[in-house]
């Protein structure tokens, strides 16, 4: 361990999972355990360049041994993901965060059957998760819904987890025709028994949909758990003035740039991170305005309290917005 932040940890082991995904073993560079993680919990990794992203935990919970990410190389990121298949080979060290969970299992007595649904990449937190509920012995089904199997990440594993008979695996191509063997989420949902949870995570239209396909079926929003790994930004707006109390100190926020980049002209630093609005790392109190939120990381309650921001991609509806800085 580095710091109270950080942590140290080694590659232990890169293997090819699926079409452009890579598996990542990592392990303490100290031998120490690591710290436990609960299902549906990330860790930040600290990249070359200042690159700070999140993947989700894809092992099991109670094996402190090692941590595991799965990483799909997208062309098309901002740089992380292509930085991470070109960086960490085995054995290279690099600095993560300890683990934080903003996509927590429920479990326990009243937690109802569990249904993951997971999209592509978006499927890894789903693993740690499937993990959790057979060992708890909680009814579940664990929909995974893919281009097609070469793109399937973990596919083999899946099929000879001690789980394997929940797993149900959807594509969009080939044979039989897509129709039948894509997700029906109305027919999965609509057979829900009372108390149910949904769980997703993956692209955002794919999370819409199921989302939306739950509200349809009676689903409450407290039961409808998801959590966004990338989502388009809006960008843009009017200028406007951010003042930060504690020194004093205020800038013109421009048409095209964060208050998170407008506060670093001035040198006050903001650790950001995902630079999206999903992981809340960059979330600051608000003391006087009222924020323009942009983000996915806060509820629909949170944003209409106005009392905090996240300062990567949000904005302000009013002249002036005094952040407590």
């Known amino acids: 361990m580095t710091s109270a932040q950080t942590l140290r940890v080694r590659v232990a082991k890169r293997q090819a999972s699926g079409q452009d995904i ?5 392990v303490s560079a100290d031998g120490a355990p690591l710290p436990a993680f609960e299902a549906g919990a990330h860790i930040d990794v600290h990249l070359p360049g200042g690159l700070v992203r999140q993947y989700s935990l894809c092992g099991d919970p109670t094996d402190k041994s090692h941590y595991r990410i799965g990483v799909l190389r997208d062309a098309n990121s901002r740089g992380g993901s292509v930085a991470v298949h070109e960086h960490l080979k085995e054995g290279v060290e690099l600095e993560i965060s300890a683990p934080r969970n903003h996509f927590p299992l429920i479990t326990g007595a009243g937690a109802g059957k569990a249904y993951l649904f997971g999209g592509g990449i978006g499927v890894t937190p789903m693993i740690a998760m499937a993990h959790t509920l057979h060992q708890t012995g909680m009814d579940f089904e664990f929909h995974y819904s893919s281009r097609s199997p070469a793109h399937m ?3 083999e594993e899946l099929g000879a987890a001690p789980y394997a008979a929940r797993v149900h695996q959807h594509f969009d191509e080939g044979a039989p025709t897509p129709a039948q063997q894509r997700a029906d989420a109305a027919a999965i949902l609509g057979a829900a028994p009372p108390g149910a949870h949904v769980y997703v ?3 955002k239209g794919y999370m819409d949909w199921v989302m939306d396909t739950a509200r349809a079926q009676g689903f409450p929003k407290e039961r409808i758990h998801y959590e966004f790994f990338q989502v388009d930004v809006q960008k843009g707006g009017d ?10 100190k205020e800038v013109v926020v421009e048409a095209e740039e964060t208050i998170a980049n407008a506060l670093e002209r001035i040198g006050i630093r903001v650790q950001v991170s995902c630079e999206q609005g999903i992981c809340g790392t960059c979330l600051t109190n608000v003391l006087e305005g009222t924020p323009d939120h942009r983000d996915e990381y806060q509820t629909d309650e949170e944003k209409a309290a106005n009392e905090q921001i996240t300062i990567c991609c949000s904005r302000s509806l009013t002249p002036r917005l005094v952040l407590d800085l």
Do not use: D, M, Y
Request: net charge positive; aromatic share 10%; charged share 5%.
């Open 22 to 26: 890579a598996l990542f073993t990592l």
């Open 153 to 155: 990440a973990l596919r």
């Open 239 to 248: 200028s406007f003035t951010v003042v930060a109390q504690a020194s004093g």
């Open 201 to 203: 995570c993956g692209p």
